[in-house]
């Protein structure tokens, strides 16, 4: 399994831009990198993927460097509600291995 | 909302008693996955299943256990509990194969004493 790195807290502002650094240089190449989000006393929720490829969805965009080794995560317009822990796993599908993620702090 | 469904949402035991956690996938997917989150820290992988099979365990004792049924719902059964234990135990479900992402449940709070 590739081991992350990710900073352990970040803040941003509410409506700016929220980028969320990963670093996965072991990762595989059959392993996509998945990001998760866990908001206080929920289950974790799924947000984006990614195997090569930059991707966007209704929630964020995933930006992953040329040779894999690091990735971000963007929320163009932070709100309060996007304040959870922010997990980054490279993973093969179904099977996660959660790290301690990132918890992210949306103030006013 | 997940469609996933755990129960009960908070249970209390005491030191070697045995627990049954209990969860109902979404619709259609017939996969399970189990998670230990201790406080703090991210969600441990406890094993998966697959079509009433396991798939996959992570670094768990024999104590804990588990079955999936034919409807694809599933329980995990920890025995000799220890205080250890204490943690929130989430369930995902997922279909294999197309297994892009994992639904999760709101989990079970289990408190060993």
């Known amino acids: 399994d590739a081991k992350t790195t990710q900073p352990p807290s970040m803040d941003c502002a509410e409506g700016r831009a929220a980028n969320l650094p990963c670093n996965h240089s072991?990762?595989?190449?059959?392993?996509?990198v998945y990001w998760y989000r866990q908001i206080h006393s929920q289950g974790p929720q799924y947000i984006i993927h990614?195997?090569?490829n930059n991707e966007t969805n209704e929630m964020a965009s995933l930006i992953i460097t040329e040779d894999r080794k690091s990735s971000t995560l963007i929320l163009p317009h932070a709100t309060l509600r996007d304040t959870a822990v922010y997990y980054c796993?490279?993973?093969?599908?179904?099977?996660?291995?959660f790290g301690t993620g990132t918890r992210l702090q949306v103030f006013p | 909302e997940t469609g996933v469904t755990q129960s009960p949402t908070h249970l209390i035991k005491t030191r070697g008693q045995q627990v049954t956690l209990r969860c109902s996938s979404q619709?259609?997917?017939?996969?399970v996955s189990w998670y230990q989150q201790a406080l703090g820290q991210g969600p441990q992988f406890i094993f998966q299943?697959?079509?009433?099979?396991?798939?996959g365990r992570g670094n768990f004792p024999p104590r804990f256990s588990g079955l999936q049924f034919p409807n694809y719902s599933s329980e995990l059964n920890v025995n000799a509990l220890e205080l250890d234990d204490s943690a929130l135990y989430l369930c995902?479900?997922?279909?294999?194969?197309?297994?892009?992402?994992?639904?999760f449940g709101s989990g079970t709070q289990l408190s060993v004493l």
């Open positions: 995902a479900s997922s279909l294999s194969g197309r297994g892009e992402k994992l639904f």
């Open positions: 072991t990762i595989s190449g059959n392993e996509y």
């Open positions: 990614g195997l090569k």
């Open positions: 796993i490279p993973s093969r599908p179904d099977k996660l291995i």
């Open positions: 619709s259609g997917h017939n996969t």
């Open positions: 299943y697959y079509r009433e099979e396991e798939n």
